[in-house]
């Protein structure tokens, strides 16, 4: 665990595992107000390659500060500086929900630092996407705690991994910073997805109620070297109980990890 000290306060904290893999690393990114726990119940399945974890700003261990105009683009900013202080010069990047937003800016903008995208539960970030499902927004507004657990995974998955379950509930410092997070989640300043140009892995649930699985099909006919995989009745978490998915990712990575 390290962390990047910044000239204006604070510091990006991030965490770098399995070091000793000769794979080109895997960056994640997780979605508003989430840390880098929302990731917990996944690691084990990319053991074989370096992973680098990461705090946003306003969760975690991260302490740098975070002003009301933030944006996914300057999140994005953030994972460059954080790839800079560790001596990466390309990774793969795999984001989820608001960090599939943050993830095509880095595809757009830093396509350099970029091997692949693999990029889940999420919509195209310049506005064009399909909004949230009802159900979705009404139950993210409740903040009961049962009700947020079934927008990311299934009922006997819950009942079985209780604890996992609440690994990917938002976490953030304050009510002010979640705000911001939601704010800049929403907002549709994102880049075009044809500007994309890394080899991209498009994951979404057939029954994810936080982000519409309609927005899939809209990237994947919007970035130029896009596949797409659905997996059927899952939700927002649509890893969570299909190994399968993790596995075809695994193999999208390798296939495209430089010689």
Known sequence: MTSVTLSNGGSLWYSIRNTSSPKA??????GRGLD??????????FT??????LDHRGTGQNTAPLNSEWSTRDFAKDVVTILDHAGIDRAHVYGHSMGGRIAQWLGAEHADRIITLTIGGTSAG????????????AALASGDPSALASLFY??????ANPQQATSVFPAPHSPEAMSIHSKASDRPDGPAP?????????LHGTNDPISD???AAILGNRIPNAEVFMIPDARHAYWAGNPEVHASVAKFLSLNDPN
């Open 126 to 137: 310049d506005g064009t996407g399909l909004p949230r499902p009802t159900t979705g927004a």
């Open 194 to 202: 044809e500007n994309i140009t890394a080899p991209t892995l498009i």
């Open 213 to 215: 699985p309609g927005n």
């Open 36 to 45: 880098h726990h929302g990731w917990d119940s996944v690691l084990n399945e």
């Open 48 to 53: 074989n390659r370096t992973i680098v974890l």
């Open 25 to 30: 690393p895997l960056v994640l990114i997780q």
């Open 154 to 159: 299934p009922d006997p998955w819950i009942a």
